[in-house]
């Protein structure tokens, strides 16, 4: 589907494909519209566009911490097109448990290993991902595939994340009005008063250890607490260190 936009300047623009509002770089209050809708709505009431403000969201981090680390914003700046490519590639082949994916964009082994710790870290619905992965490269020594490597089965995946959802639906319909800060004080208070620290758990890197289990390391509570807020429509990312 395609969707119209309200641009900053007020003014409508459109119609945009999924890959090119990633482009345009909505936020969750971005107005959109597309002719099954009846009225202009906010992006992130529209489950179609989650992957879209997600993948936006991961691609900004990212170059923000490019920046602050190598302090080279114009050379962030001229790789985002590419990254966003890949990115998504990535996402969707992730999304789908594909074995191998492939890559629209061949690129260098550092790029593809910011990229898997990128989504690694700031996708949290992204459950099924581990932190190892295999690189496929061409003559040149650029990665032009990757096999990921997945810790659950999608059936296990699936159910994991009806379980999540259902639970931000509930968090969805009572605080529908809420300010944001009583919106993170109630997922933080409920993560801090329902999960216990572990690292031996199943599932305690994921936020279904943190919500679902009650049983999470530090990265889990923190993909739960982000996964949460980006739900209602608060802008969060995971910091690591």
Same mark, same amino acid.
Not at 32 to 58: C, F, G, R, Y
Not at 80 to 104: D, V, W
Not at 129 to 145: A, D, K, P, Q, T
Not at 179 to 193: C, D, K
């Given at each position: 589907? !395609? ?63 490019? !920046? ?48 898997? %710790? ?17 690189? %496929? ?11 990921? !490597? ?92």
């Amino acid at each position: 589907m !395609e969707y119209f936009i309200i641009e900053n300047n007020g003014q409508q623009a459109g119609p945009f494909s999924l890959e090119q509002l990633v482009q345009k770089a909505i936020t969750p209050e971005t107005l959109v519209w597309a002719q099954s809708m009846k009225d202009w709505t906010p992006a992130w009431k529209i489950a179609e566009l989650k992957t879209v403000l997600e993948t936006v969201e991961a691609i900004k981090a990212n170059t923000a911490n490019k !920046e602050n680390a190598e302090g080279t914003s114009a050379d962030a700046a001229g790789n985002n097109g590419t990254e966003a490519a890949n990115f998504q590639a990535l996402y969707t082949g992730i999304q789908g448990f594909q074995s191998t994916i492939s890559l629209p964009v061949a690129v260098s082994s550092d790029n593809v290993s910011d990229l898997m %710790h990128l989504l690694t870290n700031e996708c949290p619905e992204l459950m099924q991902l581990s932190s190892r992965w295999v690189e %496929h490269s061409n003559l040149l020594g650029l990665v032009v595939s990757v096999s990921p !490597e997945y810790t659950i089965s999608k059936e296990t995946f699936d159910a994991q994340t009806a379980a999540v959802n259902t639970l931000i639906q509930s968090w969805q319909t009572a605080l529908s009005g809420q300010s944001a800060y009583q919106a993170e004080l109630t997922i933080y208070n409920y993560i801090i008063e329902n999960c216990v620290y572990s690292t031996q758990a199943d599932n305690c890197q994921s936020a279904y250890g943190a919500l679902i289990d009650g049983q999470a390391k530090c990265d889990g509570r923190a993909k739960a607490l982000v996964w949460g807020l980006r739900s209602l429509g608060i802008k969060s990312s995971v910091i690591t260190g």
